[in-house]
């Protein structure tokens, strides 16, 4: 149960960042949703039920096909992709991902950074949690 509230809190967290973020979700190990907020869904909305269990389990296997370098070539920060109207952005978070939708307008750097600052905060809190 507080693993869940944490989660949303993130999520939340994370949508309001910049005005410009539409989604931030959480897909588990399986490519499962499990957490999800929207500033505003329409970049979804026209996805079925199946589209979006697939899109969800396609997140993570790119992030895990990624991950599968990470003692070669060093660990993965996150994955970049570009669309028409969005930015999709992948971001390793325990045995899942951390799935942000963003409008394609805006600066990619300060945006990665903010959000990467925030999973880390929130993946060493859980920890801590874990350890007491």
């Known amino acids: 149960m507080e693993r869940s509230l944490e989660l949303s809190n993130l999520c939340q967290d994370i949508l309001f960042i910049h005005p410009m973020t539409r989604c931030s979700s959480f897909i588990n190990r399986n490519g499962r949703l499990i957490e999800s907020k929207f500033r505003d869904d329409r970049n979804i909305t026209g996805l079925t039920r199946q589209e979006l269990e697939m899109l969800y389990m396609?997140?993570?296997?790119?992030?895990?096909?990624?991950?599968?370098f990470d003692k070669k070539l060093g660990r993965l920060s996150y994955t970049l992709i570009k669309r028409e109207s969005t930015l999709n952005f992948l971001f390793p978070f325990f045995n899942?991902?951390?799935?942000?939708?963003?409008?394609?307008?805006?600066?990619?750097?300060?945006?990665?950074?903010?959000?990467?600052?925030?999973?880390?905060?929130?993946?060493?809190?859980l920890e801590v949690k874990k350890l007491q």
């Open 58 to 68: 396609q997140c993570k296997l790119q992030s895990s096909m990624n991950e599968e």
């Open 96 to 125: 899942g991902v951390i799935f942000v939708i963003m409008d394609n307008e805006i600066s990619i750097h300060g945006i990665v950074n903010k959000i990467s600052e925030l999973i880390i905060k929130y993946e060493f809190d």
